[in-house]
């Protein structure tokens, strides 16, 4: 599956953005899909989770309550709806795709196997 993440930009502190990841060559409800993040001189970190059904969702405590994800199997697509945006949010947004459906390892950056090119999400101050 080839995934292509958009929606990135430049807002300000307290304004909402919202990130899309469309996957394209295999059908999406095939996969757990998460997003994750990686700031300048930082490592890549988990931001968030859905499951392949939907059902299931896990935040980083970084962005719960103020970050939500979705998914639209029927159009391929990946939401990450972002809110109350702060300046350590700063970072580029990665959606990435899993075929295991272990709840314990939803938030492991080495279970994902397809990776999306990044958008970049920048708030300012």
């Known amino acids: 599956v080839q995934l292509q993440a958009s929606g990135g930009g430049l807002v300000q502190a307290g304004d909402s953005l919202r990130l899309s990841c469309a996957a394209s060559g295999r059908a999406l409800s095939n996969y757990g899909m998460a997003w994750f993040r990686q700031a300048p001189g930082k490592e890549r970190e988990f931001v968030a989770a859905?499951?392949?059904?939907?059902?299931?969702?896990d935040f980083a405590d970084s962005v719960k309550g103020r970050f939500t994800i979705s998914r639209n199997n029927a159009q391929n697509t990946v939401l990450l709806q972002m809110n109350s945006l702060k300046s350590e949010d700063t970072a580029v947004y990665y959606c990435?795709?899993?075929?295991?459906?272990?709840?314990?390892?939803?938030?492991?950056?080495?279970?994902?196997?397809?990776w999306g090119q990044g958008t970049q999400v920048t708030v300012s101050s």
């Open positions: 990435a795709a899993r075929t295991s459906v272990a709840i314990t390892t939803i938030r492991r950056l080495d279970e994902y196997r397809y």
């Open positions: 859905i499951s392949s059904s939907g059902r299931t969702t």
